[in-house]
């Protein structure tokens, strides 16, 4: 039997034990990626950009270097956005443990009916579910406002955030690195 994800089980059948150490390792490596926030917030790091370019370059080399923790924000200040409305809470809730389960932990693909369904169908399926949820709730205009914010607080601290303490590894910021900043000599650009 192929394994699906990056952690293979031990036999065809898992049990739930075997699924809760599999997501806790998946958990576990995703926030490897996860950077200091004491590294994130230093204070003597932050300085206006130098032209429009370096901001380009900015934003695109902290968007790969804090990409979990930006992620963490975001959710954060959506969740705090809902404290409000708890019937929207609760379908966040509910909405993250199916991502979680469906999408995230799972090891096999799924299959209905003996046919096996694909990523990119379960992804959209998940989206519809999750803005569904919340749109029902009556909580639209909120969480469009917290998500508004929380792009703006994103984008502000990797505005002014510099760059040259980042200590990327080889492979993220190779000519394959979606968020690489490449200077003139090929290499990751340390200009701030």
Do not use: Q
Request: aromatic share 10%; charged share 15%; hydrophobic share 55%.
């Amino acid at each position: 039997m192929a394994t699906y994800g990056t952690i293979p089980t031990a036999s065809g059948e898992s049990s739930p034990l075997d699924f809760i150490s599999r997501a806790k390792a998946r958990g576990r490596s995703a926030l490897a990626t996860l950077r200091s926030w004491r590294e994130m917030v230093h204070f003597h790091a932050f300085s206006l950009p130098l032209s429009l370019g370096d901001s380009y370059l900015r934003i695109r080399t902290n968007a790969g270097y804090f990409a979990m923790n930006y992620a963490i924000v975001v959710l954060l200040i959506v969740f705090l956005s809902l404290l409000w409305h708890p019937i929207s809470l609760i379908a966040f809730v509910v909405a993250m443990v199916a991502w979680l389960f469906l999408y995230f932990l799972r090891d096999e693909p799924i299959t209905v009916l003996g046919r096996t369904i694909n990523d990119l169908y379960i992804l959209i399926a998940l989206s519809v579910l999750t803005l569904v949820l919340l749109l029902l709730t009556d909580a639209t205009a909120n969480i469009l406002i917290s998500l508004l914010i929380a792009v703006v607080v994103v984008l502000l601290h990797a505005l002014f955030r510099r760059t040259d303490d980042h200590f990327l590894d080889e492979e993220a910021v190779g000519p394959g690195g979606w968020y690489a900043a490449i200077g003139e000599s090929g290499g990751p650009s340390r200009k701030s």
